[in-house]
């Protein structure tokens, strides 16, 4: 049964052919065809964070392909510990033919996948967010076509979104660095995983942001306390005052970059609103994708 938790689980041929198919579904999308691929199934979501994207992206991708949606909290599940997490997971996934999670516990999704007799999406977790990284190529590849040309430069902290991008780029051979702070990089662990998984991939990491984009081909930031870092915002907010996206950073870098950004956006700190608004923003472009990769997603998950 093929699950996605993480990057990891897609060989270089699955990932293409969820690309494939999400670019596919897309454009037949916009000549108002809306093809029927998954007639009758049910998508249950399973959210312990809030969601405006996910949420809705993977509801109506499935509405599209023909099937429907079920949202549980993890309390209407049961997930704060009314009951085991294995029994939740069978019964969920007999009533399932998908599960979306999103959760702070990148393990949670792990387990759930290991008893789950339905394929499992991880939405979001603390460590990865796959379905992010596939709509952020998927963009990537609409706006310049092949990967290996490509220059991503993420500014900001090396945290679940980065480190599924730092993936995708392995995986398709494109160049990416991390422009953080000191103490905010990647993790030893996660860098060992990188140079096991993909050793003629190399990573950059920078600490001056003006360095880092001088030959970007997209600029990417993320807010820099994502939830259940709130406590931490206020010295977050000191540490990467110099890591803001603005004007005068996209003008280290060439004229023909991009911005990207997963939101939600904390406009006036890691990015300001001549930026997310400027003619080189695409971030509402990577929004709408979220959709069309969640039905390219679905799609090959559950067809044959």
Not at 130 to 137: K, M, N
Not at 175 to 187: D, R, Y
Not at 245 to 262: I, K
Request: charged fraction near 20%.
């Amino acid at each position: 049964m093929k699950h996605l938790t993480s990057l990891l689980d897609l060989s270089a041929d699955d990932l293409s052919a969820v690309l494939s198919t999400a670019a596919d579904l897309k454009a037949r999308f916009l000549r108002g065809e809306r093809p029927q691929l998954c007639p009758g199934r049910v998508l249950v979501q399973l959210f312990e964070k809030p969601s405006l994207r996910t949420r809705n992206s993977f509801e109506a991708a499935m509405i599209h392909l023909g099937g429907s949606g079920i949202f549980l909290s993890t309390q209407e599940a049961g997930l704060n510990g009314r009951e085991s997490l294995a029994d939740i997971a069978r019964v969920i996934s007999s009533f399932a033919d998908l599960i979306t999670m999103r959760t702070f516990s990148q393990q949670l999704i792990e387990d759930f996948a290991e008893v789950s007799s339905c394929p499992i999406v991880n939405g979001l977790s603390d460590y990865r967010h796959p379905c992010q990284a596939l709509t952020d190529l998927l963009t990537i590849q609409e706006l310049r076509g092949s990967f290996p040309d490509q220059h991503l430069v993420f500014v900001g902290d090396g945290n679940n979104v980065s480190m599924s991008l730092a993936l995708a780029a392995a995986m398709t051979g494109m160049k990416m660095t991390l422009a953080a702070p000191v103490g905010f990089e990647f993790t030893e662990e996660f860098l060992q995983l990188l140079q096991q998984q993909f050793p003629q991939h190399q990573i950059s990491v920078c600490h001056d942001p003006h360095t880092a984009v001088k030959d970007a081909s997209f600029v990417y930031t993320d807010v820099w306390a994502s939830m259940g870092q709130e406590d931490d915002a206020e010295r977050r907010k000191q540490a990467f005052a110099d890591f803001q996206v603005n004007e005068a950073l996209m003008a280290s870098a060439p004229a023909d970059v991009l911005f990207m950004h997963d939101l939600p956006a904390k406009r006036g700190l890691e990015v300001t609103d001549g930026v997310m608004d400027g003619a080189a923003s695409v971030v509402f472009q990577q929004a709408e994708n979220r959709m069309h990769l969640a039905r390219g997603l679905f799609a090959w998950l559950l067809q044959p």
